[in-house]
């Protein structure tokens, strides 16, 4: 099974719906080894002490902790991003890990830049996974985009708007 180190970004987004099915976040823990930083759930119990749709999430990820394996890093000091990236970066290399999931749109570059042999991929990337494994409908990847779009205010992003359409063509 692969390794996928996983950013609370992403996370976030997959809890955004993972009440409902399909659940996109039970897809991914039954594919990849997840593995996630302890940073990383230092932000999701942030997130989740707020009463909002994103706090829900976070709060849904959270009841799943012993789906995933949860390890310690040291942070880059360097490193230009917040601590959940750095340590889940930093993870993804140290692991060797094939994938890394993050949904920090604007700072896909830069992330991508720090890791060494680690494919970066989005909650975006990640359905479409599942739509070619035949593990999601392609009319069940749309309606959860649209969720999760719908909830993360993805609307205006161009990356998103373009996997939108590819799904649309599929």
Excluded: K
């Excluded at 706090?55 to 959940?84: I, K």
């Excluded at 990847?141 to 205010?153: F, H, K, T, V």
Aim: aromatic share 6%; hydrophobic share 45%; proline share 2%.
């Amino acid at each position: 099974m692969s390794i996928l180190v996983a950013d609370a970004s992403a996370l976030v987004s997959l809890g955004i719906v993972a009440e409902g099915d399909p659940d996109p976040l039970a897809l991914c823990l039954y594919r990849y080894e997840v593995v996630v930083p302890t940073a990383v759930i230092d932000e999701l119990r942030d997130i989740a002490s707020y009463d909002d749709e994103h706090g829900r999430a976070a709060s849904a990820v959270l009841d799943r902790t012993d789906e995933f394996e949860t390890r310690s890093v040291d942070l880059d000091a360097e490193f230009p991003l917040d601590d959940g990236e750095n340590a889940a970066a930093t993870l993804a290399n140290d692991l060797d890990a094939a994938l890394f999931l993050c949904d920090e749109f604007n700072q896909l570059g830069l992330i991508h830049a720090s890791l060494a042999d680690t494919r970066l991929v989005t909650t975006l990337t990640l359905l479409s996974v599942l739509v070619r494994s035949g593990q999601l409908s392609t009319t069940a990847a749309r309606q959860l985009l649209d969720e999760i779009g719908d909830a993360r205010s993805w609307d205006a992003n161009s990356y998103v708007q373009r996997a939108r359409s590819l799904l649309e063509e599929s």
